[in-house]
């Protein structure tokens, strides 16, 4: 009976299971990137527009999100059954949320008018910001301690006590 562990099995399972890390982090970055960009107007389309312009503090959370949500792409999955990825959506909505223009979204108005999506809403989005970055980290976080690491793959990481 062959060795589970074994180099060749560990690898061929690998390039068939898993593909390129990197590539699968890059992909992500940039759907993300799209998703939370585009119809914020952060990224400059003439597909949305903002009536209020993107306040400082907004291109760091965005550039934040983009990269939390590319290094949990790229991060090898943990074995099957154990994935959450309910932080990394929630993180990535309370962005859209948190970097998007008050007046423009229409929820916010219809629930709280304009004069409230000015006056209450605004001020709250530097907290769902704030929120948005912890989730995506510690997603990343767990994400990171949960990937599949055998013996071959995480040689460097066992340490031989005896």
Sequence with gaps: MPDPDSTENVSSERKIRKGPHWLRGVAGGAVTALIVGVPTDILDT?????????????????????????????????????????????????A??????????????????VSGALGVWAPIQPILAVVSLALLTMAVAYRWRRRDCSAIRCAGNITVVG
Excluded: D, H
């Design 96 to 113: 859209v949320f948190a970097v998007g223009c008050p007046v423009c979204n229409k929820l916010v108005i219809a629930i709280l008018g």
């Design 46 to 94: 003439t597909l949305f527009s903002r009536e209020i312009p993107v306040r400082w503090w907004e291109y760091p959370v965005f550039g934040a999100t983009v990269l939390l949500t590319a290094l949990w792409f790229g991060i090898q999955s943990p074995p099957r059954g154990e994935e959450r990825s309910t932080k990394t959506y929630a993180g990535v909505m309370l």
